[in-house]
């Protein structure tokens, strides 16, 4: 079965860098999400993202945060300046149309902590 | 907005015993439910979703979940565990409209499969 692949998978930064998380997903899909889960909580959705726009993102999705897909295979999520409660574990995920009943595909995540 | 609430944080189970993992949501519209799994270090994988018509849906690997409307619940079932089934179960939902695949999940539920 096809892949959503996640680099890296554990990101150490200190608080006020910048990072970058990195994600490829599936080759046929058009639309891109970003979720996160903080440890002993639920997965949160963060965002998603079709023909290059923001399709949608929730209340934790501030200005800190940005999304972009620099290439025809990458999408990327940018937190601009991070915060300690910005340590959790970050997930993409892609699929094929943007109905709200089909399959997600999600990487494996990365591990976000912010010191 | 939607919630959905997974009572038991952990289940321990014997090898070849059955199980249920319990989900209750709550929404204010209509909405299509999903279980997904996490093996470790591993991305989300779709065990099973309903959409509409029978309120048994069979998902891969065994397992089966019955959609309760009147009680707004989504138990997931297996009539015999596997040592491979132990993983984390989340239960989500994503409205039927205007939610695109912004789903809502639970806490999730530890499955811990012993011989």
């Known amino acids: 079965e096809p892949e959503v692949t996640q680099t890296p998978s554990h990101q150490v930064t200190q608080m006020g860098q910048e990072v970058i998380l990195r994600c490829v997903p599936i080759?046929?899909?058009?639309?891109f999400y970003w979720y996160r889960q903080i440890l002993g909580q639920k997965v949160e959705f963060l965002v998603s993202?079709?023909?290059?726009?923001?399709?949608?993102k929730s209340e934790i999705f501030d200005d800190q945060f940005s999304v972009e897909r620099p290439d025809g295979s990458n999408f990327t999520l940018k937190i601009r300046s991070t915060k300690l409660e910005d340590s959790a574990m970050y997930f993409c995920?892609?699929?094929?149309?943007?109905?709200?009943?089909?399959?997600?595909?999600f990487g494996s995540g990365t591990q976000l902590s912010v010191l | 907005a939607q919630s959905v609430t997974q009572l038991d944080s952990q289940v321990p189970v014997f090898e070849e015993a059955p199980v249920e993992l319990r989900c209750n949501y709550s929404?204010?519209?209509?909405?299509?439910l999903f279980w997904y799994v996490q093996y470790p270090n591993q991305g989300l994988q779709l065990l099973l979703k309903?959409?509409?018509?029978?309120?048994l849906v069979k998902g891969i690997n065994g397992f089966e979940a019955e959609f309760n409307k009147s009680q707004t619940s989504f138990h997931l079932r297996k009539p015999s565990v596997h040592i491979s089934d132990t993983a984390e179960y989340f239960c989500?939902?994503?409205?039927?409209?205007?939610?695109?695949?912004?789903?809502?999940f639970g806490t999730g539920t530890q499955l811990k499969v012993e011989l």
């Open positions: 993202f079709y023909n290059n726009e923001i399709s949608e």
């Open positions: 989500a939902v994503s409205p039927f409209t205007g939610g695109g695949n912004k789903l809502t």
């Open positions: 080759s046929n899909h058009l639309y």
């Open positions: 309903y959409l509409s018509g029978s309120t």
């Open positions: 929404s204010s519209v209509s909405v299509y």
């Open positions: 995920a892609s699929s094929e149309t943007g109905t709200g009943n089909e399959k997600l595909f």
